[in-house]
Structure formats: structure tokens, C-alpha cells
């Protein structure tokens, strides 16, 4: 299957159990928008653990995850096939390029700059 990532999005990384979506490359440099918030949505077969050594269940549910941080995510389902993953996972782009998704909320510590430059770059009427 052929990934056609939305205005705004690059496909990062394309392999069999695993691809990974990155919003805006070229603005999270460093300036405004510092490397690690660089939004990312992974598509993984089996639950994606971020912890070293730790061991991933092989299943045939796939997942999809949004990172805005490398400990704020966006978990909006499972996904029976990596075709209904991939589409939900470009699906999850759109909306969050049209300022859809309430990242605020996925915060526990509120980042009122940082938010009000990511409301600009996703046009997000705050």
C-alpha cells in the first residue's frame, strides 16, 4: 500500500511492522519548535514499548500513536490490518494539520508558548 501523507506530513520511516509519520521537519529544527516535540504518529503491529530491553507481544491488532513529545501521546484506537491502520493513522494527520486535535489536553504541564506557536503553525483558533 502506497502512504500519502497529508499536507504538512513526511513519511519518515517505511518498514513491514512499523511506520512512522512526522509533521513539519522542517520547522522543529531548533528555533520555535524545539527537535523533540516534533509530532509523530507510528503505526505498529503489537503495542510500541519505548522502554529499553522491553519485549513486544507479535500480534496481528495494529496500533496507531501520536507523539508530541517523547511522553505526550495521542492513542486513538487499534486496528485489525496495517492497510486500516495506515488510513487511520493518515486520517489522525489530517486532523491534527487542521488543528482538530486538542493537544492541550494531553499535557500535564501546561506550555502556553509553545502552544500558542503550534496553534499559528496548525492554524488552531485557540
Known sequence: MEIDPPAGWRLWNEANERVILAYRPDV???????PPCLPTVY?????RDRRPGGQRT????WFVTLFLE????????RFESRAAAI??????????GAGEIDYR????VPRP???EALDEL????S
Open 28 to 34: 522543529f529544527d531548533g528555533g520555535s519548535f524545539p
Open 43 to 47: 503505526v505498529t503491529r503489537g503495542q
Open 58 to 61: 507479535e500480534t496481528d491488532t
Open 70 to 77: 517523547p511522553e505526550v501521546e495521542y492513542d486513538p484506537g
Open 87 to 96: 488510513e487511520g493513522a493518515v486520517a489522525l494527520c489530517e486532523r491534527f
Open 105 to 108: 489536553e494531553l499535557y500535564q
Open 113 to 115: 508558548a509553545y502552544f
Open 122 to 125: 496548525t492554524g488552531t483558533d
